[in-house]
């Protein structure tokens, strides 16, 4: 079944009125939760508005070259590798490659950044691949910001929000980055744009209430990543104070549709210092982290979140892209385990490489609560 929708309206008492509308609009800009639901269009005169009046997110898209733009609404995978006009490396796989964003540490937990690629192994599913591409430079990302907007998050919303953008100054400033907020329910805030000013606004919407629903909340950005972000590389930047407690989703269904070829990677903030039950809350955010080659962090203040933010932005922006064309072809589908292992540089010590855990290759997992 598809992904959840998050580009919906924050009325609730007109929302079903809304989207029994949209049925018969193919045009509609909002996205319908439904296999046949239609694209965005492509040009519109004016933003379109919501049941209560406000002016539905608009796309801002990074400028690109007047070649690329010839070429935005063709498959990513038949593109070449290429530098824009700014000298920014947009990087394009080959159809049949699997592309690992991968990030390397040493003993002391250093960052290492000089690696070249014969250092590298890859394992799918235990055997050894070629590698067949290797980039070591600061790819720009997808980013999709994902904020618990529950009631237990109304004191600390303001340190997380400068966080969330303090992260984004720290990031390539190529990045698309969109705004998902989240209680019992989630919203796109804003869709891609790197505009601060807009950014700040979506994460101003603050309406402290309800429960948790995070795994409906990361699947559903994690489908919005996937169907409409223009740049390869995918991240979820995602914050929450507790357990999911209102998700459709388990935390299976959820990893299953992160791990999914081009899933994004998930950088977690766990501020669980009052959660009634932070042990089962910190092991779904680790399960998410680790499985798609991201850090789960459990700050012991809040005042700890910015810098970690920022921790977050060097991680991306440090990462090894590394291509490979699987031994056992990506049509026989099934879930491929990965393992990338680097040999040890001079003055690093033992390393340790950091990427998905696996992908499942071909058709997308089943979800048991997508509607």
Not at 357 to 367: K, N, R, T
């Amino acid at each position: 079944m598809p992904g959840r929708d998050i580009t919906r309206p924050r009325n609730r008492a007109t929302r079903f009125l809304f989207l029994f509308t949209l049925v018969f609009w193919a045009g509609a800009p909002w996205v319908l939760p439904a296999s046949t639901r239609p694209a965005p269009p492509q040009d519109q005169s004016k933003p379109a508005t919501s049941p209560t009046g406000a002016s539905a997110p608009e796309t801002a898209i990074p400028p690109q070259t007047q070649n690329n733009q010839d070429k935005d609404n063709q498959d990513k995978d038949n593109q070449d590798k290429q530098l824009n006009d700014q000298g920014v490396f947009v990087f394009r796989k080959d159809v049949d490659e699997v592309l690992l964003y991968a990030t390397v540490v040493d003993d002391k937990q250093h960052i290492v950044t000089n690696l070249d690629r014969s250092a590298f192994t890859i394992f799918e599913d235990g055997k050894p691949q070629n590698i067949i591409s290797f980039h070591h430079v600061d790819i720009p990302v997808a980013m999709g910001i994902v904020i618990d907007n529950s009631g237990s998050m109304k004191e600390k919303r303001a340190k997380v929000n400068q966080a969330a953008l303090n992260l984004v100054r720290s990031s390539n400033p190529r990045d698309e980055v969109c705004i998902v907020n989240f209680n019992d329910e989630y919203y796109l805030d804003q869709d891609f744009t790197n505009d601060l000013l807009k950014l700040k606004e979506a994460l101003e919407k603050i309406d402290p209430r309800g429960g948790t629903s995070l795994y409906d909340a990361v699947v559903a950005s994690a489908e919005h990543l996937r169907r409409f972000a223009r740049l390869e590389k995918k991240v979820l930047f995602l914050v929450t104070d507790g357990e999911d407690n209102a998700s459709t989703e388990t935390l299976e269904q959820a990893v299953k549709h992160l791990q999914e070829e081009n899933g994004p990677s998930v950088y977690a903030i766990g501020i669980l210092g009052d959660e009634e039950h932070p042990k089962r809350a910190r092991k779904a955010l680790e399960i998410i982290a680790q499985r798609t080659g991201g850090i789960a962090f459990f700050p012991k203040t809040l005042d700890e979140v910015d810098a970690i933010s920022r921790t977050v932005a060097s991680d991306i922006r440090n990462q090894y892209a590394i291509g490979y064309k699987p031994t056992n072809p990506r049509g026989n589908g099934g879930f491929r385990q990965i393992r990338v292992e680097a040999k040890s540089a001079k003055g690093h010590g033992k390393m340790t490489v950091r990427t998905k855990s696996g992908y499942y290759a071909g058709a997308q997992p089943a979800s048991g609560g997508a509607k």
